[in-house]
């Protein structure tokens, strides 16, 4: 996992680090080929489309990828770490059938702990093309975007 994550970050991440600081935005292809590679479903299980790998495989890979870029390894890290695991773990199986699939081949979730109105997390919230409330007991909101999306 090491080598292989090491690999695709400096060949496919680091080219285009600087110009996605630059333009303070996540190259579409990047997240579409973090999919591809699997590092966006590293504990998903294999029967919804995921690497069905373990958390130590996903920090191996989060680390990796933090050697070149932060942004990305941070995204991936919240993606896999917060909203993969709050579905596998809380989700109901419909749940998962209906989320665990997309969030492991083209869909970024993200936290959002429902800020409170007025504050400047409330408004980049509202900025995001789609917002899934999953029931596990508490309120938790997943801010998505599709892979290629501009937003």
């Keep these: 996992m090491r080598e292989t994550v090491s690999k695709f970050a400096n060949d496919v ?56 870029d932060p942004s990305v390894s941070v995204m991936v890290d919240v993606h896999n770490t917060l909203v993969n695991t709050a579905v596998i773990k809380w989700g109901s199986t419909a749940l998962k059938k209906k989320y665990l699939p997309r969030l492991a081949t083209n869909t970024v979730g993200m936290l959002d702990t429902h800020p409170p109105p007025g504050s400047l997390d409330c408004a980049l919230s509202r900025l995001t093309k789609c917002r899934v409330v999953l029931p596990v007991g508490a309120r938790v909101w997943f801010r998505c975007l599709r892979a290629g999306h501009k937003g």
């Design 13 to 68: 991440i680091l080219p285009k680090v600087r110009d996605m600081d630059e333009a303070e935005t996540m190259d579409p292809t990047v997240v579409e080929q973090l999919f591809e590679q699997g590092l966006m479903g590293v504990e998903i299980p294999e029967e919804y489309g995921g690497a069905g790998m373990n958390f130590t495989a996903a920090i191996v890979g989060i680390e990796e990828l933090a050697r070149v």
